[in-house]
């Protein structure tokens, strides 16, 4: 806040100089300093007005992530393959872990996963499919899972390269049509 306030008086400095009126210019060189003091003094945080409350949760509501892995390295491939990972996981929390949802980086990349609350000491899975058709290089999809959990927000990836098909191979004109 002080920032944006002393920008505004380097700016206003800038328009004041500018405009040639020396009296002018050091009386609203002085409101500024004026008004930068008492802000200064003030010292009050303004709330904006979409902010929500927030409050701790409370542990034994929530489900807790162990994944045996959250990395999957599934080396060099060539393109067109699919490649399917199981991400295994255990409920270490005190309630049971609800999944409420999971999204992937992008299209080529689909997730399955354990539907039911997992109770704690209990495991469950996520499942991902990358189809490497029209990818090439390194690639790394991600899933993001979202659940009853603290953080809320849980990321899994998978990574490697994808070896593109040879520019002579020939390609699919469109779709087939039977």
């Not at 005190?94 to 992008?106: D, E, F, H, K, Y």
């Not at 399955?112 to 990818?135: D, I, L, Q, R």
């Not at 390269?161 to 779709?175: D, F, R």
Request: charged share 15%; with cysteine; glycine share 6%.
């Amino acid at each position: 806040m002080k920032i944006k306030l002393l920008s505004a008086f380097a700016l206003a400095l800038v328009l004041a100089s500018s405009c040639g009126q020396k009296n002018d210019q050091e009386a609203k060189i002085q409101a500024l300093e004026e008004k930068i003091a008492q802000l200064e003094n003030q010292n009050t945080a303004v709330t904006p007005v979409n902010a929500q409350t927030t409050t701790t949760a409370d542990p034994s509501t929530l489900g807790q992530f162990q994944f045996t892995e959250m990395e999957y390295d599934f080396g060099n491939i060539n393109e067109g393959q699919v490649i399917e990972h199981v991400f295994n996981f255990t409920n270490n929390g005190q309630a049971p872990l609800v999944i409420s949802n999971i999204t992937a980086s992008c299209g080529c990349t689909s997730p399955e996963w354990t539907k039911t609350p997992v109770n704690p000491g209990e495991s469950g899975f996520v499942k991902v499919v990358f189809n490497s058709t029209a990818k090439s290089g390194a690639q790394a999809p991600t899933v993001t899972i979202q659940a009853n959990t603290n953080p809320t927000v849980t990321r899994l990836r998978m990574k490697g390269s994808v070896t593109p098909k040879l520019a002579g191979a020939a390609a699919p004109a469109g779709p087939l049509k039977r």
